[in-house]
């Protein structure tokens, strides 16, 4: 058996797998702060009086969390120091030198995680291609540790200039530390981001230093008390690329776990994409406190190095401290359930991105949230029912609801609740429709020809008018819609990244060379996975390098030809470039010199094979339809919708919209001009007539 856990900003889900049975069971949990393990134990408390399952009979858990990515937002990390080429000190002050908004005159650029008298330069020099211009100062260590001590400091990251050239001064600087100053956590650029572009590099190492001692407390405090319960399985964590890490490797490199959570989501996409002969979907991810879309393309979601966290703008790009890390391109949308509606200063209203969270929580919630928020005009238009949320362990208060829209919004804005509560539903489907149509064309894509796949607590509420808006055909409601990031935990592998840039022509590259570090890093992966009882035999290798037309400053990633790679592969490697490059910008450059930069091998395990089958208490010949409700659509106003259990939906079932499917986890809002079937495996496809 494996569970999967996923803390969100207001729901920690899981789902548990038992592979005997190829049974799915379900359970959802308000977060809890500021310890989100209480949240995890209330889980699995509820998983072992609820279906019998103990902890100490489970054999595997993998776990996504938020606190790396919270750390940074709220700048509650480590006090760290900076340890960098002396004259280098402020390269995490300037930057790129560029700005995010040109036309913004109050422009606020983010600080620095490591403030300017904890960065220290020391006298040493590498060049581009290696080779030692200034040997490193080891006299000046003793001083070094001496500062750091004084000042308390808890983690320090180093990054010398060129060190993915050359790794011997940043590794004796570390070496030096770590006997020296052995309860300081330490962070090498070599090993946290071994390629060019020395303000990433820098911004990568400091931010893995930042967030280091306070992972390292969680993932041990947590192992801990899993294991004095009873559990005595692995425990793996999921990374922002869609892949598993070890709990060690996690404890290392937590800078890869800054995505980790919506990174479940997009796997689950693939996983069900797969099982429905899907290829091209457009993931719709909606939780309480954020939603987020992202593409899967040809069975796979696309990967990026480029990420930002801790924007000032929170969807400006270049807001953020650059990360180059691996990790499932997504767009996030502050539109949660959670969010917040308000009327702003010009008299317009708005919703979010801030969210009431789990404390205090939506005013329907009763827990002291006063603010309406998306959650509570969906109760008040009928989409959820108040005595069945979560299943019917937390009652909702309709009255609540509406004296908070009534309060804030409707009375200030001179009309009803309906249409104030309304107007929250389409706002909130306009932002997220809008970003996910952006987020699709960038990429020279057209949504009208992506199906979507709708999931997370507040999804299958809004999915319905996001597809509507995208003009899709058709929407896929999944089995689990309501934990489905913590089910893509289950269905991902175990995996290694190894980076290595070596710049040169791609006609005079030195093969033998070439040959060599590509083996490394894949015989590196190999032993990776042999940590996490892998065996070579079942691995699968991917090699891939980022390349650019001599002369560029950015480039685009190919995958490289199998097997070793010699003057004979030039001609396959320009043809794949060429391809890709004409698929990204429509054209390609005839007789441009090609340059490679970076090189990544990715060695994986097995991609766990799973049976989607929910357990439920529903007897086989349960009656589906429960009855109607008032329900309150944008063309109607209010009618009798029909309700139905979706536990009791039986393979091949159709019906039409309008209609409400239930579930423990969430609710699906299915609107007017559309059919509703079910298929084999219990999942719900919604077409629509566009």
Known sequence: MKLGIDIGGTFTDFVLFDNNSSQLYFAKTLTTYPDPTVGIFNGVKEIEEKFNFPVKNIDGIVHGTTLVTNAVIERKGAKTAFITTKGFEDVLEIGREMRYDIYDIFLTMPKPLVPRNLRMGIAERVDIEGNVITPLDEGTLKSLADTLK?????????????????????????????????????????????????????????????????????????ETQLREAGFNGNINIMISSGKLTTIDGARKSPIHLLESGPAGGAMAGVFYGTHLKEENLLCFDMGGTTAKACVIYEGKPEITNHFEAGRVKRFKKGSGLPVRIPVIDLIEIGAGGGSIARVNKIGLLTVGPDSASSTPGPACYNLGGEDPTVTDADLVLGYLNADYFLGGEMKLSVEAARKAIETKLAKPLGISIEDAAMGIHRIVNENMANAARVHVLEKGMDPRHFNMIGFGGAGPVHSFGVAKLLNTKRLIIPVGAGVTSALGFLVSPVASEKIHSHISELNVLDWNETNTFL??????????????????????????????????GHEITIELPDGELSESSILEIEKRFVREYEFRYNRSIDGMRMEMVTWRVVVQGPIPEMKVKQFSTTASDAEAYKGTRKVYFEETGYLDCPVYDRYALKPHEKFEGPAIIEETESTTVIGLNSTVQVDNDKNILIDLDQ
């Open 150 to 222: 004084e000042n308390g400091i808890e983690a320090v990251g180093i990054c010398l200039l060129n060190s993915f050239a050359n790794t011997s001064h940043e590794k004796a600087v570390g070496a030096y530390l770590s006997k020296n100053v052995p309860d300081m956590y330490f962070s090498l650029s070599s090993e946290i981001m071994p390629e060019i572009r020395e303000y990433e590099r820098s911004s990568a190492t400091a931010m893995n230093a930042y967030v280091q001692p306070i992972t390292d407390k969680y993932l041990k405090d947590l």
């Open 519 to 552: 083996a490394e890093m894949e015989r590196d992966g190999y032993e990776f996975l042999a940590k996490s009882g892998i065996a070579k035999e079942e691995a699968t290798v991917q090699r891939v390098a980022e390349m650019r037309y001599y002369g560029q």
